[in-house]
């Protein structure tokens, strides 16, 4: 039996085959590259593009929706302001009108009370008037009685004193 033992050649590898398998490798490598690593590196590139656009779109969106917000509070704080303006305003005119209902109302009633207090001077003006001219009457009366009774002062007093008690029991 012969036993084939090339220990050199187990310990060192062949040339030839180093270098066939280095080729092959390589040859892999570069078609690798060629088939599969630029098209990955190119889909990678645009995802990373779609990626950063929605990065840009998303700050200018941010962005946009903060100077919204701003612009929201200072239009609420406007608003709040010209409406705090109203009422304030409203109540001012509310207060002003009020006030010159009640100076209007004053007014006519002081032209009624004076218009009454008119008419009731009037009205005693008139009664003293109808009591003098009943007095003179009532004197033309009690002087026609007199001559009419010719009697004596005695007399005349009793009945002046007649006359004064019926003219107290009429009024």
């Not at 608003?79 to 002003?96: D, G, L, N, V």
């Not at 007095?135 to 005349?156: G, P, R, W, Y």
């Amino acid at each position: 039996m012969s036993i084939n033992l090339d220990i050199q050649g187990a310990l060192f590898p062949n040339i030839f085959t180093i270098l066939v398998q280095l080729a092959a490798t390589l040859v892999l490598f570069f078609a690798a590259k060629k088939l599969l690593f630029k098209p990955a590196r190119n889909m990678l590139a645009k995802r990373a593009e779609v990626m950063q656009s929605s990065l840009d779109e998303a700050k200018n969106a941010r962005i946009i929706a903060e100077t919204n917000l701003n612009n929201a509070k200072e239009e609420l704080k406007n608003a709040k302001a010209a409406s705090e303006r109203i009422i304030i305003s409203a109540r001012t005119e509310a207060q002003q009108l009020r006030d010159e209902m009640v100076k209007k109302a004053e007014n006519d009633a002081q032209a009624k009370i004076d218009e009454a207090d008119r008419r009731i001077l009037q009205h005693q003006k008139e009664i003293e008037k109808e009591i003098r001219e009943e007095m003179v009457n009532v004197a033309m009366t009690a002087v026609a009685k007199l001559l009419d009774e010719k009697a004596t002062s005695a007399d005349d007093n009793a009945a002046i004193d007649r006359f004064v008690k019926e003219v107290s029991d009429k009024s």
